[in-house]
């Protein structure tokens, strides 16, 4: 019980931000890069692949098909590889963690896909003021120390009229399904996740970082300041997940 207890505050701590929280990501996502996949697809119930499908489906890359697109806080590198091989697809992809282990996780998926990994902060990226035509970042954004700080990143390196797409967990509006999703969470989550990958804190740092996320409503707001326009939002699979997606202000063209 009292281990629990301690792994709840350490988790807690972990997630309510600032740098401490950026040392526990990545060190976290290092850990258990070996196990990242397996536990997606089961915890989620193999139902994370249709978002990140969904979330590839309203970034708009058809409109320049041979562009650059960033997948951001890319992980094992399923949405880049799935956005390189799309029909009609002739552009690249950067895939771009500050977790090295995550991105070698990932490698062999990339084999023969224009994905190139990069080993980067999504707070401070190696990039151009406006030099991708679009981004995508899934199941990142809560994990940053500063949310609007990276939302603003984000933007500085989209050319005008881009479009950022954003995937993450969010909170079920129903109270009936938050209640379910809350035990689902808290009590059978935390203990599929330390069996499989063996981190001690890993999968209770999951439902603290999410209660820490901004609602659908918020986030888009906060997406909007950080200066994009025409911001949507779509709820997934009763409120769990939410896609949002936002276009760069049209304004001073790429870095010479
Ligand atoms: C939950 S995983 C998501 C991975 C992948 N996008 C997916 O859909 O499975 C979150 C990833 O974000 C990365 N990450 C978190 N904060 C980051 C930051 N500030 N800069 C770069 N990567 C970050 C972690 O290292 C981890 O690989």
């Given at each position: 019980?009292?281990?629990?207890?301690?792994?709840?505050?350490?988790?807690?701590?972990?997630?309510?931000?600032?740098?401490?929280?950026?040392?526990?990501?990545?060190?976290?996502?290092?850990e258990?890069?070996s196990?990242?996949d397996?536990?997606?697809?089961v915890?989620?119930?193999?139902?994370?692949?249709?978002?990140?499908?969904?979330?590839?489906?309203?970034l708009?890359?058809?409109?320049?098909?041979?562009?650059?697109?960033?997948?951001?806080?890319?992980?094992?590198?399923?949405?880049?590889?799935?956005?390189?091989?799309?029909?009609?697809?002739?552009?690249?992809?950067?895939?771009?963690?500050?977790?090295?282990?995550?991105?070698?996780?990932?490698?062999?998926?990339?084999?023969?896909?224009?994905?190139?990994?990069?080993?980067?902060?999504?707070?401070?990226?190696?990039?151009?003021?406006?030099?991708?035509?679009?981004?995508?970042?899934?199941?990142?954004?809560?994990?940053?120390?500063?949310?609007?700080?990276?939302?603003?990143?984000?933007?500085r390196?989209?050319?005008?009229?881009?479009?950022?797409?954003?995937?993450?967990?969010?909170?079920?509006?129903?109270a009936?399904?938050?209640?379910?999703?809350?035990?689902?969470?808290?009590?059978?989550?935390?203990?599929?996740?330390?069996?499989?990958?063996?981190?001690?804190?890993?999968?209770?740092?999951?439902?603290?970082?999410?209660?820490?996320?901004?609602?659908?409503?918020?986030?888009?707001?906060?997406?909007?300041?950080?200066?994009?326009?025409?911001?949507?939002?779509?709820?997934?699979?009763?409120?769990?997940?939410?896609?949002?997606?936002?276009?760069r202000?049209?304004?001073?063209?790429?870095?010479?």
């Open positions: 019980m009292f281990a629990v207890d301690t792994e709840r505050r350490e988790a807690h701590e972990a997630a309510a931000g600032g740098a401490e929280k950026r040392r526990y990501v990545r060190r976290m996502f290092s258990i890069a196990s990242y397996l536990l997606n697809h915890l989620s119930l193999n139902i994370d692949r249709g978002w990140r499908r969904h979330a590839i489906d309203v708009g890359w058809e409109r320049r098909p041979q562009g650059m697109y960033l997948d951001i806080c890319a992980g094992t590198l399923d949405v880049g590889v799935e956005l390189s091989r799309r029909r009609g697809f002739r552009g690249s992809v950067i895939a771009a963690d500050f977790a090295e282990p995550m991105l070698r996780a990932g490698r062999e998926k990339a084999s023969g896909a224009p994905v190139r990994p990069v080993v980067a902060d999504a707070l401070q990226l190696p990039f151009a003021n406006g030099a991708a035509d679009g981004a995508l970042v899934a199941f990142g954004v809560r994990n940053f120390d500063d949310i609007d700080a990276g939302l603003r990143e984000l933007v390196v989209l050319a005008p009229g881009a479009r950022l797409v954003v995937l993450d967990c969010s909170t079920p509006s129903s009936l399904v938050r209640g379910v999703y809350h035990a689902y969470f808290q009590h059978v989550l935390p203990l599929i996740g330390r069996a499989v990958s063996g981190h001690r804190t890993a999968y209770r740092y999951l439902p603290e970082s999410v209660a820490n996320f901004p609602g659908a409503p918020e986030l888009a707001a906060r997406l909007e300041r950080a200066g994009l326009t025409n911001v949507s939002y779509r709820t997934l699979t009763l409120g769990v997940t939410a896609v949002h997606w936002g276009e202000a049209a304004g001073p063209g790429r870095a010479a």
